[in-house]
């Protein structure tokens, strides 16, 4: 099992940028997919980017042509680079990665086996 350690959040301003990183601290990101998800306080685990295994990129609608994820092998890491920050990006966001993922519940936390402990985004108005 691969695990899991996000880092880079921090208080941001609107309009901002910030980049979080999510590495494999043991293992390995190959075979997995993996997807960045965010939780804001009293609301339920929403999704925000997915890159499956073989690369392809699928992003929430709130974040398109915001939010851009990507993955470093070389690395074992994945990032989500946040660009023009809004107060409801204000979240705690999570890495998350399985092998057993299929296309139709993708987007959902609970087709995730691995988690990071969260990584929290405040951005200010």
């Known amino acids: 099992q691969v695990q899991l350690v996000e880092s880079g959040g921090r208080l941001a301003q609107t309009g901002s940028s910030l980049r979080l990183s999510c590495a494999a601290s043991e293992g390995t990101f190959s075979g997995y997919t993996v997807a960045w998800f965010r939780q804001a306080p009293g609301e339920a685990r929403e999704f925000v980017a997915r890159?499956?295994?073989?690369?392809?990129?699928y992003y929430a609608d709130s974040v398109k042509d915001r939010f851009t994820a990507s993955k470093d092998s070389a690395k074992n890491t994945i990032y989500l680079q946040m660009n023009n920050l809004k107060p409801e990006d204000t979240a705690v966001y999570y890495c998350?990665?399985?092998?057993?993922?299929?296309?139709?519940?993708?987007?959902?936390?609970?087709?995730?086996?691995?988690w990071g402990q969260g990584t929290q985004v405040t951005v200010s108005s």
């Open positions: 890159i499956w295994r073989d690369g392809r990129i």
């Open positions: 998350a990665a399985s092998r057993s993922v299929i296309l139709s519940n993708s987007i959902s936390p609970r087709a995730y086996a691995n």
